[in-house]
């Protein structure tokens, strides 16, 4: 072999890594709901409020959500276990305890997961009359 072919192979396959790399990087998945600010009107304390908020898996990897954060232990998130293909949809539910709050509520949850641009922020918000 000579030397110059022996540098262009050596540059050949540092090319290809390289490429690689980038699509690696490139290949994420993308969470994007259809409305991530609710608002739930007003009800009377005591009540339970359920939410659904919609999303769409934008990215080209499969959609694993994790985990949430939520203020207070009076919200919790009920989210799909498997993951969300590329350009499918899911949804997921937050339930809201009014029992122990009253007056306006502004909420946010975090929604964490696989996706580039996790975590994702979703937000509800209205006002619980007191009993």
């Known amino acids: 072999m000579t030397q110059s072919f022996t540098k262009r192979r050596i540059a050949l396959s540092w090319a290809i ?6 699509t690696i990087s490139k290949a994420q998945a993308v969470i994007k709901f259809l ?12 009540k339970l409020v359920e939410i659904t908020f919609e999303f769409t898996n934008t990215g080209n990897q499969p959609l694993i959500i994790t985990d949430y954060k939520v203020e207070c232990t009076c919200t919790s998130v009920g989210f799909p276990k498997s993951p969300v293909l590329p350009q499918q949809k899911g949804s997921l539910t937050v339930t809201f305890d ?14 964490i997961s696989n996706a580039k641009n996790s975590p994702e922020r979703i ?8 009993k």
Do not use: H, I, M, P
């Not at 937000?123 to 007191?130: C, E, I, N, P, T």
């Open 17 to 22: 890594l390289l490429f690689s790399l980038s």
């Open 35 to 46: 409305d991530a600010k609710k608002n739930f009107g007003f009800v009377k304390q005591g």
């Open 98 to 111: 009014t029992k122990t709050v009253y007056d306006r509520q502004d909420r946010v949850v975090e929604v």
């Open 123 to 130: 937000r509800f918000k209205g006002v619980v009359l007191k």
